[in-house]
């Protein structure tokens, strides 16, 4: 093509049968952007304020609570578990960042003295479950954001009652990322 013919902010700048050479153009910065098949992305390589592919998690069970005796409560039946951060009644997250978290238990037979549930983050008090209904009691229920650093924090519920005898509940505890740190 001849040089007279090249139009100004057109990508080729000059032309020569043997070598062109060309100029990137200015695509400017998209607006939007659609990952239709992305896998692997790390956590961090995410944007800001993205959760992404951080765990969740979801588990029940049942618990005898031996009256006057701090008892951890069991969860035997993972319902799901999306990062295999939940294992022995223990949710360690390999993410650091903020964790919805909710918990509770409910009575067979609500215990005839006082009793409390209590999550505890590192094996120390982080917040207590609301008692509500029943006789005495009926249950415990509790909700609350935790930030967890994602290598060495980890949580657990638990539970005593001043009743005088062992009873029974039934537990649950759920939860997932709400935004990384």
């Known amino acids: 093509m001849p040089l007279s013919k090249v139009k100004t902010g057109s990508i080729a700048t000059s032309v020569t049968l043997t070598s062109p050479t060309f100029t990137t153009p200015a695509l400017g910065t998209p607006s939007a952007l659609v990952l239709t098949n992305a896998t692997g992305l790390p956590q961090a390589g995410l944007g800001t304020n993205v959760v992404g592919n951080g ?10 609570i031996v009256s006057s005796t701090l008892t951890t ?37 609500a215990p005839s003295g006082q009793a409390y549930c ?32 994602g290598t060495t924090d980890y949580l657990t519920v638990v539970c005593a009652q001043f009743g005088g005898t062992t009873i029974s509940a039934d537990t649950v505890i759920n939860g997932c990322l709400m935004r990384a740190a």
């Open 118 to 149: 209590q999550l505890r983050k590192n094996n120390t008090f982080y917040s207590n479950a609301v008692q509500s209904s029943g006789g005495y009691l009926s249950s415990h229920t509790g909700s609350v954001l935790v930030y967890m650093n």
């Open 73 to 109: 409560l069991t969860f035997a039946t993972e319902i799901f578990d999306t990062n295999n951060n939940f294992a022995s009644n223990t949710f360690t997250p390999t993410v650091a960042g903020y964790y919805q978290i909710n918990f509770g238990m409910s009575y067979a037979s």
């Open 55 to 64: 765990s969740a998690f979801s588990a029940n069970g049942t618990t005898s």
